[in-house]
């Protein structure tokens, strides 16, 4: 490996399907790295990503029947507890 060129990005690059990698030749723009490699710009990245990733996941059906399952299965809970209280104070009357 040889050693790398301080006038560019330090990130190493590969390419294609083969184990060749060379420095990124961009110039740096913060503590050596070029603004796509930087580590904050990888993270903000990413987190965008996954925000748009979550976004479109909670506008799927398959989501939004999961939710109404789980609503479902709230609300006849509650009315099971209903149903029992309502028995309760039948049988006290008696």
Not at 29 to 35: A, F, L, N, S
Request: aromatic residues 8%.
């Amino acid at each position: 490996m040889s050693s790398l060129n301080p006038h560019n990005c330090q990130k190493r690059v590969y390419h294609g399907r083969f184990l060749l990698s060379s420095q990124c030749s961009r110039k740096p723009w913060k503590d050596g790295w070029c603004k796509q490699h930087h580590p904050d710009s990888v993270v903000a990245r990413i987190e965008a990503a996954d925000k748009r990733y979550e976004e479109k996941r909670k506008e799927s059906p398959w989501y939004k029947l999961a939710k109404a399952l789980k609503r479902v299965a709230k609300l006849e809970a509650e009315l099971t507890r209903f149903r029992s209280a309502h028995n309760l104070l039948r049988r006290g009357k008696e």
